[in-house]
């Protein structure tokens, strides 16, 4: 398994360009299974998952080929399976998000149920509810989740019991082909939601309301091909900015969207961030140690948690005692053991980390547990005062365009390790 080799003390300087968002692109390929034309997508960012989802919608019958740097095609006039395959589940969560497009499509679906995870148990109960009261028929037999309806699915008023991304996903796409009006109330409101209805709205469905909890979307007999952009990535670009702020550079991200980062911004500006911004584009400037910030959780519009490790990392090596409590996933602290042996003061109660500054980390051979456990590791890689090695980063390649190039570029010593 490759890791990165990090050696510390660099203010991290200079431009990087965010790569489109894993968490919109996923939905938005897996729509394609919605039409029976061709859809192009642009800014598809180049990472494992999204391979991962080439070779599932492939598995179902689609054709995919990329046809530019970052632009993918995808026909899935040529769908002719309805199984997603465990193997393939195992490896990406989000492969859940068949579910809805196979079943509006065809009447039958077969998904693994996706298990457990690092971070949490992760039920899909909420996506089973909502297709069920749209009339599916569903069961799980043998590990998968086999759902049946016979002729269209019936539009509903489906109230999603938490605010769970991927289930209004999975419900927005099924109700985008569903016969008459499909209301989802106490939806996500994720930008990610926004990016999936404009790109479902532009295959010809009737999706409204997307940003506020409430959906509603008035169902179509046929989508079809369009071309599509997909948004830049928030996490990525959050992810740069406090690289930038825990090494007290000065970092301009480009190609992103302010507007997406808005409590990450107001975070990074309490602890001490000079931030300014243009429609694409923010630029952090830190010209002091960090002060500790308290953090908390919640769906958007508030603390996104996939920015939580990272925000910890800045924690433990600020100016002061800071506390970060995590409201939506129960077991996504697994990156603070690993802090600790770099030297970071902070021990946890339930579901919040107490941390106290220390002055800096020293290097250490650290473990990386989950995807943004894994960017939390790396920033903490660039302020140790010796060298530090991450393992197991097959995580990070899940979520991170080239990495550690645009963490180069911004002056990092950080090499990959290739696996023998
Ligand atoms: C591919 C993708 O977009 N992943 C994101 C998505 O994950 P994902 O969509 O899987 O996360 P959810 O929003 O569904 O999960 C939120 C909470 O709801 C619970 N829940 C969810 C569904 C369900 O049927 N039952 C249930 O109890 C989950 O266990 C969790 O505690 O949103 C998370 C929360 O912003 C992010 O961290 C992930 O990066
Ligand atoms: C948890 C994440 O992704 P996934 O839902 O794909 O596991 C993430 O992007 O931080």
Redesign the pocket.
Known sequence: MDAFKITGGTALKGEVTISGA???A??ILMSALLSKTPITFSNVPKLN?IETTIKLLSQLGAKAHWSGDNELVIDASTLDHCRASYELVKTM??S??VLGPLLARFGHAEVSLPGGCA???????????GLKLMGADIDVENGYIIARNNGRLQGATIFM?????????NLMMAAALAEGITTIENA?R?P?IVDLAKCLNAMGAKVSGAGSDTLTIEGVAELSGTQYRVMPDR?ETGTFLVAAAVTQGKVKCVNTDPKALEAVISKLQEAGAEITTGVDWIELTMNQRPKAVNIRTA??PAF???MQAQFVTMNVIAEGTATTTET???NRFMHVPELQRMGADISLEGNTAISCGVASLNGAQVMATD??ASASLVIAGLVATSETQVDRIYHIDRGYQNIEDKLQALGANITRIKAS
Do not use: Y
């Open positions: 894993k968490n919109a996923l939905p998952d969560r989000a859940i998000l971070i949490g148990a992760r039920p899909v109960n909420l996506h089973i509810h019991d938490t605010v769970s991304v991927t289930g209004t996903e996500a994720e990610e996490i769906p958007h996104p948690t996939d939506i996933f129960e995807l943004r």
